[in-house]
């Protein structure tokens, strides 16, 4: 779940244990100290509480991600790092990197983020383009 604070997104992924008494949050920042994560896992538990009905311990994680070098791509990183967590979880390795802390070394460097950031400008244009 994408989430957005003081003009900066992040990302989390909430684990919730089979018996329902226990949760971890997986948080994912490309500024690494932006979000606070016990801020998060607070207003998370609320939510679960109060909106699912959901009384659980919950535990928040920091996942390891490549970090952007400028101030304005984090929306990039975010829909980046969703992309790489759907084939984890096609290939069922999810759950295996969440655990381990961070996500394959391989799955990003500043370029490979800012070459996907073309990718989605490009996909945009067209899309645009084929509607007007």
Not at 8 to 27: M, P, Q
Not at 96 to 103: D, F, R, S, V
Not at 104 to 115: A, L, N, Q, R, Y
Request: charge should be negative.
């Amino acid at each position: 779940m994408p989430i957005h604070g003081e003009n900066h997104w992040s990302l989390i992924l909430i684990h919730i244990s089979d018996t329902r008494d226990a949760c971890v949050i997986y948080h994912m920042d490309s500024i690494k100290t932006f979000h606070d994560h016990s801020q998060i896992g607070a207003l998370l538990n609320t939510w679960l509480d109060r909106g699912l009905g959901l009384n659980m311990e919950t535990m928040v994680v920091s996942i390891r991600i490549t970090q952007q070098t400028n101030n304005f791509d984090c929306g990039v990183h975010v829909l980046y790092i969703i992309t790489k967590l759907i084939e984890a979880g096609k290939n069922g390795q999810l759950l295996e990197y969440l655990e381990n802390g961070g996500l394959p070394k391989e799955w990003g460097t500043d370029e490979i983020v800012s070459k996907y950031c073309l990718e989605v400008r490009e996909l945009l244009i067209s899309l645009v383009e084929s509607d007007a």
